[in-house]
């Protein structure tokens, strides 16, 4: 069992930026594999930054060069750094983990979420 405890967010202007932290638990698995998913009310959760094992990102088209996804191993903390942001953006923001060392983009492949944590952006 793992526990995902989000921190950052908010709301900013377009153009702006923020971040989000996340921090997990300790686990017993010999490899995880990390991601951030955002979710607008009505639509389905998506991913926009996975991590995996060895720390290798993959980001969603509309948010490359825009996101970054990084890690520090030493402190369990999952990072994402949001620049240029746009009103698209606003969203509930989660971090997810689940076993394995390669991440996918798919929702089903986690098992273990965070609270989630608003992100607002105004035109």
């Known amino acids: 069992q793992m526990e995902l405890v989000q921190s950052g967010g908010g709301s900013v202007q377009a153009g702006g930026s923020l971040s989000l932290s996340c921090a997990f638990s300790t686990y017993t698995y010999s490899s995880i594999s990390l991601a951030w998913f955002r979710q607008v009310s009505g639509k389905e959760r998506e991913a926009v930054e996975t991590s995996d094992y060895d720390g290798r990102p993959n980001s969603k088209d509309s948010v490359k060069g825009r996101f970054t996804i990084s890690k520090d191993d030493a402190k369990n903390t999952l990072y994402l750094q949001m620049n240029s942001l746009i009103p698209e953006d606003t969203a509930m923001y989660y971090c997810?983990?689940?076993?394995?060392?390669?991440?996918?983009?798919?929702?089903?492949?986690?098992?273990?979420w965070g609270q989630g944590t608003q992100v607002t952006v105004s035109s």
């Open positions: 997810a983990a689940k076993r394995g060392s390669v991440a996918t983009m798919m929702t089903l492949s986690y098992k273990f």
